[in-house]
């Protein structure tokens, strides 16, 4: 098969296919065929995180093979798959090397839509044009009303689809809806759809202050519902952004599990001899995780699986959760289904990860305010593996000298090049670098 496939397009290096899925999980024939027809004897698939475009996943791609062919062995004949989902970027949100910073303006600018991700947000909820055109109303005109508010989170709860949430009753999204969650691996419904509009768009925008994407102090002094409340829209845009966040991560499991996992299992079926390594970015890094669960037991053509700034929670992979011994993580004995190492790769410059995630993460009825989350809702691609036992933290200097684990869990911390990137996201996409492109060698025993 040439570098460049029919379904697929072209990047830099070959075989190369695409494989696309909808928000179902229901993969593209032509793609998924193509993906069958790659002559290799390691595949490496890549699930692309946060991506409005083709274009955009297809040169995320691109830039993140470059290196493999120079790194492998004689021996090894590798295969590219790139794995498009459909998932959303706001065109603020930086990807170093592909676009300037984005940055947040002064408070009273900044907060509208702009058209690209007005645009990119019709695509990722289809059918809801008035609602959105309603929200960016909103967010342009930053209204000084408490009604107002009260209007933009209902709205920002139905385009999330949790508006028949009862916001009063605390155990509709822990035990209710986080009962199912659990059995599926679908998020809860956190806090921030659930709790006082107000107090979520001031905690919202004082996280935007940590991670610098606004000055000091911009939710201003002494709030009150009554007044000052201007400011706060720039914690309501960061509420629409966590809506998104919220639907990607619903759909990344399901892509994963119904989608990804029984395509590469046929497909490991039909050729036994073929070694598969998982490689997953932001949500696209739960896609690969859950693509696990469909892994037959005592199967082992997964041979790695390579978690880059991972969006989903760092406690998911526990047989046991801290704050709760009668539970397990979403992806519990999981990395047992990996005929290798499960490497999470954590940077503390991610401030998606660092700052919003755990805030966005938190349930109702958790005793902690809304800024006091601590550890128990972090993400695994801020701090990596937590409550897996003989889990190892290596720097990746260490890992690159002296190797990886060669099965469980490992955590890696990448933050020695994973570390550009304007707010409000920081180096959350600043994944492409030659040091892990070599790590992933390094976990599929790939190397020279």
Known sequence: MSDATAAGGGIGVGPYAELTFDADGDAD????????????????????????????????????????????????????????????????????????????????????????????????WPGRVAELDRVAELLEDRPESQ?????????????????????????????????AAAATGAPAVPAIFTEDVLEVCRALTEGLVEAGGLPGGAAGPGFSPGGGLRSLWNGAKELLRQATYYQMKKRAGVVGEHGLGPVLADLAARRPALRIHLIGHSFGARVVSFSLRAVPDGARYVKSATLLQGAFSH?????????DNSS?????????????????????????????????????????????????????????????????????????????????????????????????????????????????????????
């Open 147 to 179: 009604a107002a508010f009260t209007e933009f989170g209902a709205l920002v709860r139905e385009l999330a689809g949790v508006d028949a949430v009862d916001p009063t009753d605390p155990t509709a999204a822990v035990s209710g809806v986080g009962a």
């Open 29 to 124: 024939p032509g793609t998924r065929d193509a993906v069958g027809l790659l002559e290799a004897t390691d595949l490496l698939v890549f699930a692309h995180g946060w991506n409005s475009d083709r274009s955009t996943s297809t040169r995320l791609f691109d830039r993140f093979y470059a290196p493999f062919p120079r790194l492998v062995g004689p021996g090894v004949r590798l295969g590219f798959v790139g794995v498009v989902w459909p998932s959303i970027r706001f065109s603020d949100e930086p990807i170093p090397d592909f676009d300037p910073h984005g940055a947040l303006a002064e408070p009273g600018h900044g907060t509208a839509l702009d058209p690209a991700t007005l645009r990119a947000l019709g695509e990722f």
């Open 328 to 448: 397990g993580g979403a992806l519990r004995g999981m990395q047992r289904k990996v005929d290798g190492p499960v490497v999470a790769c954590h940077s503390p410059y991610d401030s998606a990860l660092k700052v919003f995630y755990p805030l966005a993460s938190r349930m109702a009825g958790d005793s902690a305010g809304l800024l006091g989350f601590g550890e128990r809702w972090g993400a695994i691609g801020h701090d990596g593996v937590q409550a897996v036992s003989g889990a190892p933290r290596l720097t990746l200097d260490a890992a690159l000298s002296a190797g990886v684990p060669q099965a469980g869990c490992v955590s890696v911390d990448t933050g020695s090049v994973v570390r550009r990137g304007g707010p409000p996201s920081g180096a959350h996409s600043d994944i492409c670098h030659e040091e892990l492109a070599r790590l992933v060698v390094a976990a599929g025993r790939m190397g020279r």
């Open 315 to 323: 406690y998911s992979f526990a047989d046991r959760l801290p704050y």
